[in-house]
């Protein structure tokens, strides 16, 4: 498969030795850098190095875009005008789904296929075997690319934009989790508790993690108020170990925005909401709207 890529820095850099050594060629690599370690990066991709994107987009089977996420949008619609038909534009940016939308709008009034794919994960980890999420037109050639390179792709239904969400969805669970083990731990160890937090701990590993998520949602919307005076308890907890709470200082709003709707309701003489994750989702919902 010929491959154009625009941006060359920690992701394209990645994906272009693994590509090539997949077997696949880098017609051109097209990164806003010049200097020595740019030139030395499409030296050893066999390809010459752009300023900007061009007629050499032309022989591309596939673009590959790898700039930064807030310039994402621009860089594809100056692509398009030279891309061949038939050819696809695969976006691993991290832009907005909006831009990631913008984009695939421009790229359909020129008739190329266009794939939101997200990197689902640190490339410092797994490099290029990071699994990536996919969604919009052009899937097969999408998959037969990202497989080469030994990662696992899944294409959605949905339009592009649809797997950048669901990637930031994710991170809401996995950097909260992982602010919330940062400040757990820090604080564990500071008390000398840690092995024996991981003991206490031990029960959460034997259910599976969305039905654990689901059972928060639906015991959140009985016990907010009861659950709240121990996020404050463990609050002061942090304090008099002369820590700073970050983390839990966000929990404690939440639980007690929670708490305000439930006594609400509670005043009304209502429940707050049936106990289905649905119905509780929704009731959770009208608390978090922005007013």
Do not use: N
């Amino acid at each position: 498969m010929k491959i154009a890529l625009i941006g060359c820095g920690e992701v394209g850099h990645c994906y272009t030795r693994a590509w090539i050594a997949a077997g696949h060629r880098i017609v051109g690599i097209c990164d806003l850098r010049s200097d020595a370690e740019m030139a030395d990066r499409a030296k050893a991709a066999d390809a010459a190095l752009h300023a900007e994107p061009g007629a050499w987009l032309a022989e591309a089977d596939v673009v590959v875009s790898a700039v930064y996420g807030y310039s994402a949008a621009e860089v594809a619609a100056q692509a398009f005008p030279h891309m061949r038909t038939g050819a696809v534009y695969a976006d691993f940016t991290t832009a907005s789904a909006p831009d990631m939308q913008k984009a695939a709008a421009a790229a359909a009034a020129s008739a190329i296929p266009f794939m939101d794919v997200a990197i689902m994960g640190a490339i410092a980890l797994l490099a290029e075997k990071t699994p990536l999420l996919c969604a919009g037109e052009g899937a097969a050639v999408v998959t037969a690319l990202g497989e080469s390179a030994g990662a696992t792709v899944r294409i959605i239904e949905g339009k592009p934009g649809d797997a950048v969400r669901l990637k930031l969805l994710r991170s809401i669970m996995t950097k909260g989790m992982e602010s919330l083990a940062v400040e757990c731990l820090v604080a564990a160890e500071r008390m000398g508790l840690r092995e024996s937090l991981y003991e206490v701990l031990a029960d959460i590993d034997r259910t599976p993690l969305t039905a654990f998520m689901d059972s928060f949602v639906r015991s959140h919307v009985l016990h907010a108020p009861r659950r709240l005076a121990e996020v404050r308890e463990a609050r002061d907890q942090l304090h008099e170990a002369g820590l700073e709470p970050l983390v839990l200082d966000g929990v404690e709003q939440l639980f007690a925005r929670s708490t305000r709707g439930i006594e609400a309701a509670r005043a009304k003489g209502e429940a707050p909401a049936p106990d289905t994750v649905e119905a509780r989702l929704a009731w959770l919902t009208t608390l978090a709207r922005q007013s």
